[in-house]
Each structure stands twice: as C-alpha cells, then as structure tokens.
C-alpha cells in the first residue's frame, strides 16, 4: 500500500504526540514515532503496534537521529512540559531543547522535510502584556527554576530560525498555550490533571496562591487541528494556538469539583517561584492564516477528560 506522507514525530508517545499519531494514522499516512520515554507512555500509542504505517522507534534523540526512507515532515515535540518535570529533569529538559533540537532540525535538513517545532506560551514568562501576541518578546527569569524549559524552548525557537535562513530548511513553529484531555498522567502537576485526579478521589483540590492567576485551556483535538493546519500553510513565525477563553484557576478548581459531583473541599498552597500570574493568548493570528479558533467547549472538554481519568483510577485500583 502506498501512503501519503511520510512523518516522524518525536515526543511521539506523550500527550500532544500520541494524538498527533493517532490523527495522521487514521488519514493514511505513515508515522515513525520517537520517544525515549522519560515523560512519554507506551500505552498512549499501544495499540498502533502492528499497524504497517506505524513505526516505533526508543531513541533519545540528544544522540543523532538515523530514520531509513523518505520522511516529508519531522514534528519536534520531544521534552518534558510540566513544571514537575522540568524541575526534576532540569538538564534533560536543557538538553532535548537544545541538542534534541539541532538533531530534529539536522533530520529534516537531511530528508529535505518540512519542519515543525513545538514551542510554548512560556516563552512569554511572567508576561507584562496581556494577552499574549506572537510579537511580544516576554518577560523570562533565565536563571529561575522555571528558566530551564522556558529559555529551552526560546533557543529551540532561534535554532529553528537559523536553520530556516542559512540552511533554507522549511520550518513551522507553534507555540502551544495550556492545553488538555485524555492521556495526560494523574501525577502530571498540571492544573487539569491535578484537579481532577484530586476530585475524583474527594481529596482536597490544592490551589496555589489565591487562585486569582488566570489561564486558558485549549482541548487536544481542537490543537491537533491547528498544526496540521499550520504545516500546509508557507508561514515560517511563530503562532499562537490556545484556547483564549481566559478564567481564574479558583474558579477552574469549582468547576470541577462540581462537574465530578465531588465532596472535595479547596485547599490553599504558597505560590511556586516564577509562577505567570496570567496566561491568555491572542488568537488573531491563527484564525486569519489557519481560518482556526478553539471549538470545544470547557465543560465538554473537561467532561471527556474525567471519563478518561476515572477509567485509569479504577484500572490503578484493580491492579
């Protein structure tokens, strides 16, 4: 049989990746998926095992990356994403930034594949303008706890650029605001996750600071959606995809305790070091050059992601 394209996605069996897997597989066409699994779980990717068009291949990709064939695209989505584990993988998160990148970079270069990075909104830090547009060069701590991801996934930004201007590598870069949904991890430290599992178990739902830091949350498939329309379009800047309908972390907190029909009370931690005390991004960008916005709403996403949850609650419960 003969496939369409060609992908290799690195951080292929984490959250965002595993759903890239799944979207691109079910369009025909063939994924070579690369994860060393430090963050990354098999079980999000399983059951592609066996299929022709899937490839699984455990690399740590700070080595260099040897893929056999033609490969199109190169989807660099490797590296640890929450704040827990950057903070206990401070130099691998360093690492896959810079080393994971320049060789994710030098594999597209080789293939003469289009390449896509995933950046964050965490290149804006602790932001000063708000909300956040694609032109605003943020407010990072370099030397802060947080420093470690966010400067990670700025040089990963400039490499990316470099290799678009003095290698003429076709490069995309994204930068992904929080987002959520099946297969993130119980113990993820993220708000979502945090809460739910938290809920789920009538546990008190930890709160840090007063709550009143805002954030916005984009559902998986509604970002799935976005990067693949960003990688058919001829634009090499960074693009915002997130969901802007921006809402105070106490009040993310309620809502789900009341959609869990939850006996949860909150409970109030000091806030961490370097914390962004608002997150929202602005969107203009993506809906003029993708036609794209966020379409699913809070409660329907946070609905599917409690089903999620409770499954894998009682799967741990039984084993």
């Given at each position: ?27 025909g ?14 079980d999000?990717i399983g ?22 064939g ?37 594999l ?25 547009g ?6 990072v ?15 990963a ?55 009143s ?26 693009v915002?995809?997130g ?8 009040e ?5 305790v ?24 602005d ?8 036609g ?17 949850f ?10």
């Amino acid at each position: 049989m003969m496939y369409k394209y060609r992908y290799v996605i690195t951080g292929g069996a984490g959250f965002i990746g595993s759903h890239l897997c799944d979207r691109l597989i079910s369009q025909g066409h063939e994924v070579v998926c690369i994860d060393n699994l430090i963050t990354g779980n098999i079980d999000n990717i399983g059951y592609l095992f066996g299929k022709n068009n899937f490839l699984f291949l455990k690399h740590d990709i700070t080595n260099y990356i040897h893929v056999q064939g033609k490969v199109h695209y190169v989807l660099h989505f490797a590296s640890p994403a929450s704040p827990i584990d950057y903070l206990q993988l401070p130099i691998q998160t360093l690492k896959v930034g810079s080393l994971g990148t320049h060789k994710a970079l030098g594999l597209a270069k080789e293939k003469g594949a289009t390449f896509l990075l995933a950046s964050t909104s965490e290149v804006y830090g602790d932001p000063l303008i708000h909300p956040q547009g694609e032109e605003y060069w943020g407010n990072v701590n370099p030397i802060g706890v947080r420093g470690v991801y966010d400067e990670a996934k700025r040089f990963a930004e400039a490499m990316t650029m470099a290799y678009h201007r003095y290698h003429k590598v076709k490069t995309r870069i994204v930068r992904i605001f929080n987002t959520y949904g099946p297969r993130m991890r119980i113990n993820d430290g993220r708000a979502i996750p945090n809460f739910i599992s938290q809920a789920l178990k009538n546990d008190d739902v930890t709160v840090y600071g007063d709550g009143s830091q805002t954030r916005s949350f984009c559902y998986i498939d509604d970002l799935v959606e976005g990067i693949l329309r960003l990688l058919e379009r001829d634009y090499t800047n960074p693009v915002n995809l997130g969901n802007p309908a921006e809402m105070k972390l106490i009040e993310l907190a309620e809502k789900i305790v009341q959609i869990a029909g939850s006996k949860s009370q909150i409970k109030f931690l000091p806030l961490p070091e370097d914390d962004p005390k608002v997150r929202k991004p602005d969107i203009t960008l993506a809906k003029k050059l993708l036609g794209w916005n966020a379409k699913v709403t809070l409660e329907e996403g946070i609905g599917r992601t409690l089903d999620y949850f409770k499954r894998l609650l009682s799967h741990k419960e039984k084993t």
